[in-house]
């Protein structure tokens, strides 16, 4: 979200006007409201595709275990990937990563090597168990 | 508030480095910590499952339907956190308080469920024998046919008058010589596709612990049994799993809801003084809550499904 938009928040409310020394880029007060809220409204309809996609997510993956795939590796994928995208899509909206957040990409950036190298490491150890990755034939 | 007039840096005003707000900067780097925590926890349970012997990790213990409801209260206490923030956004105090109102309504839930949960397992058993299960006793304690190449030696269902971590040893000290089992329908030695394969052919609903109790008790000698333990982190390596990883969600989960409550209660004085700086604690906390319901979107699937 920009600072635009949060800052706005401070002129539609009957707040003392403490909270508009924050407000970085003052606009006609009335002409800012409407485009304000008509993009609020438009987020808040984004966060309501999002809940519909979760929903659909749950249920199909439920749906899953119901119907079985003939090996096991093939249930595993269709699970991770469904929690995947439902993950994506938590992250991209609610957390609002795909629009106006990318400069925290870089903070992510570091995490994500350091959880992927985690990941490599512990699967990759599981070669020296003896007979281990039988679970996924 | 009597000092000399203090004002702590970057609540609302964007700071040139960084791009953000203060407070939404620290929120993401705590969650990346968050994310290292978990993925730690992640990989470890990725390793013990692949590294477990076929047969030995327990399938259909978890109850499916409660799970996946709880799933869709945690999903909905998202939903909601986003919309009481853009409703702050739009000036509309009251319709933030409903929304969040909803939340805290939503995390109890999840909460109550959790425990609901968790007390079933504490009183389910898994009681181990000395020997494998005769061939008369299969159908009745195991509840599947013999299987010459993989013997079944442990019965699971509810043992009638026993609390919840007993163990052998203290039944031996309690002076009990007998248990008496009831036995569920399906073992975990079954894989998860002849579970569901018998289910079918049975019509049966999935296993629900309340099953058990259905059956009528059987009595075992205890000189019989080798080891005894209700489904608690002890029983086995996917219990021990289960419990830290949702364990820990739970405490992520109280902790928010009290962030929640603090913000919607007492911290909402806020508001009248500072509301970008308020609509900014709300979102940042928000931050936090999704990243909770996304931990819970991958613990699920792994945990009940897998």
Known sequence: ??????????????????????VHHPA?????????????QREQKKFLAVYGVLVVGTVLTVAMYYVHFELMWQTVAVALLIAAVKGTFVAAVFMHLWHGERDI??????TGIVVAGLFILTIASTFSVPGAGLYLR | MNQPHMTVPYTTEIREDTGFYNGKVGMWLFLASEVMLFGALFSAYVFLR?????????????????????TLVLITSSLTVALSWTSLKMGNFRRYQRLQLVTLACGLAFLGIKSYEYSVKFNHYEVWLNAPLTAQEYPQLAGHAVDADDPVNSIIGHVEGVGSFATLDSLKEAGVSSLTIHPD?????????????RRKAERLQPHTEAEGA???????????????????PRHSTFFANYF???????????????AFAFILGPGSRMWRVDPVRYT???EVTGLFWHFVDLVWIFLFPILYLL
């Not at chain 1, 006609?28 to 609020?40: E, K, S």
């Not at chain 2, 329908?185 to 394969?197: D, G, I, T």
């Open chain 1, 28 to 40: 006609p007060a009335a002409a800012m409201d409407a485009h304000h809220i008509q993009h609020v």
């Open chain 1, 105 to 110: 990409y870089r903070i992510l950036a570091y």
């Open chain 2, 214 to 232: 259905e059956h009528a008790g059987v009595p075992i000698d205890l000189s019989r049994v080798s080891r005894i333990s209700a489904f608690v």
């Open chain 2, 280 to 282: 900014n604690a709300v």
């Open chain 2, 244 to 258: 830290t990883l949702t364990g820990l969600h739970a405490l992520h989960v109280i902790g928010g809801l009290l």
């Open chain 2, 50 to 70: 692949i590294g477990a012997r076929a047969g030995d990790w327990p399938h259909g213990l978890l109850n499916i339907p409660i799970g996946a409801f709880n």
């Open chain 2, 185 to 197: 329908k399906f073992h975990y030695r079954l894989s998860a596709a002849e579970q569901a394969e």
């Open chain 1, 1 to 22: 979200m920009s600072d635009a938009t949060v800052s706005g928040a401070a002129s539609t409310t009957s707040a003392p006007p403490e909270g508009a020394a924050h």
